[in-house]
């Protein structure tokens, strides 16, 4: 493709190739282009125009040959030149004589008197060969050095043009052999793109091919005038060349070698007349090519257009089903939340089969299936990672330390009543913090089960729900305050020993160890001066759903107690409890 001057953007008529004396552009155009063909009419063109390239060729080695020997004909030696034509006459001798000593040691070889001889050794032996082989080659050697020197010092090119022949006939053959496979017709061809993306690109393929053809066509519309002016001034000179008058006056032999020179002259006129025609084949050829190119060019375009009607067809469906839900939603008797949500799936549906089936037309179904499955998998997994943690959860949530329906937990900081475990989501209804158990807010709320993996949970139904809750009360600064403390330690403890020994067992086990000997949960009374004189806070375990209960039992017993104390009960709530 380097050899194709319509193929260098830069500057036009540049050949990047190998340099030859014999033009192989024709050649290498066709056997260039002859790998674009797609068609079974593209192909028999390319053959065509392989074969009229290389026949173009042939004819150019011939005529180029021909010239080359007509030129060294009319060569004067002198000087250095005469010197070393006559040395490679001497070699040309010495070559022949030892030929003749390498013929006559062969036959002493094999002759029967050369081994009848026991006693004395023979005549010749193969050493001797091989002396007269290696004398030989050394001779041949020296005869091609000091013809090439000679033909640098002519000008005469009859050898590089005969070994730039060679080589072109040996690629050649190398070329025969590759099998050529034969191709569909261009309708067939042209429908086989069952996709819009595949006749876009095999509608620019056949633009380029055609732009390439087309500019083959100009360039060997050129050689065919650079032809023609070359055949004008050698036949022009020809005519030119020696008088009719003068022939006669001439010797034989002088005379015999201007006929000879005329007969090559007019050979090499012959040739180039045969190279004109066979180029004027060429042009049509590539002509008839490109003009099929062309008919390839409109099917595809015509299918390209169907392509974009196909898809023009699918979004007025889209719109139109778009419209028809958008109708039925708006009716009364539905509700208004329900059909919202449905009308928002349905639009959501139509939008993803009308781009589903656009795509379709554009690039057809999926080939590489692993890869498909492959990206869709991690696709759908990093989208829906969410869901798949939240079903992993469930499963946590499910166990021996999860939730079930009825337990009073809390949740990433809310806290409420669990009325549904399902595999994606957890429900509860909204009860507040462990303090204000008993006081539901009506709402329900929705985890996704993620929080089981990502987040934390509290459950209190699985011990005994057991808080700090403490009251307080102010007492005056009299004498019998002591009597008075100890009165209402004997109540609370009397009201809260039971719950208190039952929180410690279900610490204890619930610690499985001895880390929660020391603690107790024994009711306790702390004292602290106040404006009006002493205030009581006193502490003690309960359980969650007992706490208001309890404390009703506690004020009113201590009422009770300060009024046969003769004391105005001034009793208090804590203003918060503490959880377990």
């Known amino acids: 493709m380097a050899n194709f001057s319509f193929l260098n953007s830069q500057k036009a008529g540049l050949r990047t190739g190998k340099k030859t004396i014999v033009d192989l552009s024709p050649w290498q155009t066709a056997a260039a282009l002859a790998p674009l063909a797609v068609t079974a009419e593209e192909k028999e063109f390319a053959r065509d125009a392989q074969r009229l390239a290389d026949h173009d060729v042939d004819q150019a080695f ?45 036959q002493q070889l094999n002759s029967p008197s050369n081994q009848v001889r026991k006693d004395a050794p023979p005549p010749v032996d193969s050493g ?19 013809q090439q020197d000679l033909d640098r010092m002519t000008g005469d090119r009859t050898a590089q043009i005969q070994a730039e022949l060679t080589a072109h006939e040996a690629s050649m053959r190398n070329y025969d052999k590759q099998v050529q496979s034969g191709g569909e017709v261009a309708i067939v061809s042209a429908t086989r793109t069952g996709t819009m993306g595949s006749r876009v690109k095999a509608w620019f393929n056949q633009r380029d091919r055609n732009q390439l053809l087309q500019q083959a066509l100009q360039q060997t519309q050129t050689d065919i005038q650079a032809l023609t002016v070359a055949h004008n001034a050698l036949e022009a000179k020809a005519n030119a060349g020696v008088p009719a008058a003068s ?14 020179d005329r007969a090559a002259v007019r050979q090499i006129l012959g040739i180039y007349d045969d190279r004109i025609q066979t180029k004027q084949q060429l042009v049509t050829v590539y002509g008839k090519w490109a003009a099929q190119v062309q008919l390839q060019h409109r099917i595809v375009l015509h299918l390209i257009l169907e392509s974009l009607a196909l898809i023009v067809f699918i979004g007025i469906c889209m719109v139109l089903c778009d419209a028809l839900v958008h109708r039925l ?26 781009c589903l089936l656009i795509l379709l037309v554009i690039f057809g179904w999926p080939r590489e299936t692993p890869t498909i499955l492959g990206l869709t998998t991690a696709a759908l997994t990093i ?65 996704m089960n993620g929080f089981a993996i990502r987040g934390q949970y509290f459950n209190f139904s699985t011990s005994g729900q057991w808080m700090w809750d403490e009251i307080s009360l102010n007492l005056p600064a009299t004498g019998n305050v002591h009597a008075l403390l100890e009165r209402i330690q004997k109540v609370v403890v009397a009201e809260t020993e039971k719950n208190a020994e039952l929180a410690e067992q279900e610490w204890k086990r619930g610690a499985r160890g001895s880390s929660l000997s020391r ?62």
């Open 62 to 106: 011939a005529s180029a040959l021909r010239e080359a020997t007509l030129q060294a004909q009319h060569i004067t030696l002198t000087g250095d030149a005469l010197a070393l034509s006559q040395k490679i006459a001497q070699l040309q001798d010495l070559i022949k004589q030892d030929q003749a000593q390498v013929n006559s040691i062969t």
């Open 519 to 580: 603690f107790s949960a024994s009711a306790v009374e702390n004292l602290r001066p106040s404006a009006s004189g002493i205030e009581v806070l006193v502490r003690y375990v309960t359980r969650a759903s007992e706490r208001f209960e309890l404390r009703n039992r506690l004020y009113q017993k201590l009422i009770e107690l300060l009024r046969d104390s003769g004391q105005e009960p001034e009793i208090e709530a804590a203003p918060a409890a503490q959880k377990e």
């Open 383 to 447: 989208a829906l990672q969410d869901f798949i943690i939240a079903f992993l959860g469930w499963f946590v949530l499910i166990g021996k330390n999860g939730i079930h329906v009825g337990d009073w937990v809390e949740i990433n900081g809310v806290g409420g009543e669990v009325i549904d475990v399902r595999l994606f989501n957890t429900t509860l209804l909204e009860t507040g913090t462990l303090a204000d158990r008993g006081l539901p807010t009506g709402r329900r709320i929705t985890f």
């Open 329 to 354: 939603m708006d009716d009364p008797a539905l509700d208004r939340r329900r059909s919202q949500t449905l009308r928002s799936i349905l639009e959501l549906a139509i939008q993803v089969i009308g």
């Open 247 to 260: 022939l006669s006056t001439t010797d034989r032999s002088t005379r015999l070698a201007q006929i000879k």
């Open 128 to 146: 001797d060969l091989d002396v007269a082989k290696a004398q030989l080659g050394l001779d041949k050697d020296q005869l091609a050095d000091a």
